[in-house]
């Protein structure tokens, strides 16, 4: 139906930057909100930031004034520009989209996942 391709991430010492985005892809009608959660060794999920389709972003206290959110509605795609980053920081991310999903009759809306890419800092 709907493939959230990610790309970016690796590995950064503290302090430096990584870039993340994130493309979907399939039958997609309308791409709704947009979003990066994380998984950190031993905690919960976590959402580290959205957009929504008018621009609308919301941040995790922790990242804010150091994580920049940003979409291309054209293209489906999302971005994450990570800088300042710190060791706490060290998660799988994943990405994260609502769609509108097309079917034959109508729409459906669902969440979709990627699969995650590694950010690793570390010095």
């Known amino acids: 139906q709907v493939q959230l391709r990610e790309s970016g991430g690796g590995s950064a010492q503290p302090g430096g930057s990584l870039s993340l985005s994130c493309v979907a892809s399939?039958?997609?009608?309308?791409?709704?909100?947009m979003g990066w959660y994380r998984q950190r060794p031993e905690k919960e999920r976590e959402m580290v930031a959205k957009?929504?389709?008018?621009?609308?972003?919301t941040y995790e206290d922790s990242v804010k004034g150091r994580f920049t959110i940003s979409r291309d509605n054209g293209k489906n795609t999302v971005f994450l520009q990570m800088d300042g980053l710190k060791p706490e920081d060290t998660a799988v991310y994943h990405c994260?989209?609502?769609?509108?999903?097309?079917?034959?009759?109508?729409?459906?809306?669902?969440?979709?996942w990627g699969r995650g890419t590694q950010v690793t800092v570390s010095s």
């Open positions: 399939g039958k997609i009608f309308r791409v709704n909100a």
């Open positions: 994260y989209a609502h769609v509108s999903v097309l079917l034959s009759q109508g729409t459906l809306d669902h969440d979709f």
């Open positions: 957009v929504t389709t008018d621009g609308t972003v």
